[in-house]
Nanobody, 119 residues
Framework: QVQLVESGGGLVQAGGSLRLSCAAS????????MGWFRQAPGKEREFVSA????????NYADSVKGRFTTSRDNAKNTVYLQMNSLKPEDTAVYYC????????????WGQGTQVTVSS
């Protein structure tokens, strides 16, 4: 199977920035898209962003457009989420996930990294 490990979370003031990383191991993701999701306590997990591993095509939730940018480093099998102009409502556990190219479902998930934005 595939292991995904997120890192880069932490505490930041509103208006600040953080960069999250998601490192993949156990297999090659040449045909896999990658996504970022987040979940606050008591709330449902929500989509944040996605990137096509090979084509560099990205998609973002309306709530983060213009503030977040996802990118990749194929040589390192790593995807990133650059988060700028952070707001308190961005506070959540952030997860990366790998999309199965056959079923189109996000099949593999990391353990998450906490992002806390203070007012």
């Amino acid at each position: 199977q595939v292991q995904l490990v997120e890192s880069g979370g932490g505490l930041v003031q509103a208006g600040g920035s953080l960069r999250l990383s998601c490192a993949a191991s156990g297999r090659t993701f040449s045909s896999y898209g990658m996504g970022w999701f987040r979940q606050a306590p008591g709330k449902e997990r929500e989509f944040v962003s996605a990137i096509n591993w090979s084509g560099g095509i990205t998609n973002y939730a309306d709530s983060v457009k213009g503030r977040f940018t996802t990118s990749r480093d194929n040589a390192k099998n790593t995807v990133y989420l650059q988060m700028n102009s952070l707001k308190p409502e961005d506070t959540a556990v952030y997860y990366c996930a790998a999309r199965n190219p056959v079923t189109y479902r996000y099949e593999y998930w990391g353990q998450g990294t906490q992002v806390t934005v203070s007012s």
